[in-house]
């Protein structure tokens, strides 16, 4: 009877994790093209262009990264992270994107004060999250997906830790080079 009541907590446990993104994945798969986007947001290199759609980005490897909140430690490490390493990127023919709830206020203010320098993108309502496996409302999850100039989806990665991740994707990047 013991037995059976700790195999049906385990059972229990495994079909109502408290952080659905474990244990469903409804992100797009490798070899899968890229879901279009269409949002407003950020770059302080471009302060003219206010919308960004995935096809700005046609012709360039894109590295599209979800991630919860400005501001927030992991978040700032991870786009603090991505920012150190932007030039490496840029070599490699490819762009950064960051993709959030935050509203473009809050993203204008992080890319000032973080010295951010690629383009932050607004999701408030996770519909392009969504798209990409990485809504859980009201935030997005921490994923990140590798697109080819293509528009495919050559590597990606769910639930990530923000710490080396910058490096890891770059280093992803140079194999698919």
Not at 6 to 22: M, Y
Not at 67 to 74: I, N, V
Not at 101 to 116: G, L, V, Y
Request: aromatic share 14%.
């Amino acid at each position: 009877m013991k037995n059976l009541f700790g195999n049906l907590v385990i059972l229990f446990l495994f079909f109502i994790n408290s952080h659905p993104s474990l244990a469903f994945d409804f992100a797009p798969e490798i070899g899968d093209l890229a879901p279009n986007f269409r949002l407003e947001g950020i770059n302080n290199s471009f302060k003219s262009q206010k919308v960004w759609e995935l096809n700005d980005f046609k012709g360039k490897w894109l590295v599209l990264y979800f991630y919860p909140k400005d501001f927030t430690a992991g978040c700032t490490l991870e786009a603090k992270s991505f920012s150190e390493l932007k030039s490496y990127f840029s070599k490699l023919n490819a762009e950064i994107v960051g993709i959030s709830a935050d509203n473009q206020d809050s993203h204008k203010s992080f890319c000032s004060e973080k010295s951010i320098k690629y383009t932050l993108l607004s999701d408030p309502n996770g519909k392009i999250s969504e798209k990409y496996g990485s809504w859980i409302p009201p935030l997005s999850d921490r994923n990140t997906f590798l697109i080819s100039p293509e528009s495919v989806i050559t590597y990606r990665w769910i639930s990530v830790l923000p710490i080396n991740h910058a490096k890891e994707v770059l280093n992803v990047l140079k194999k698919k080079i």
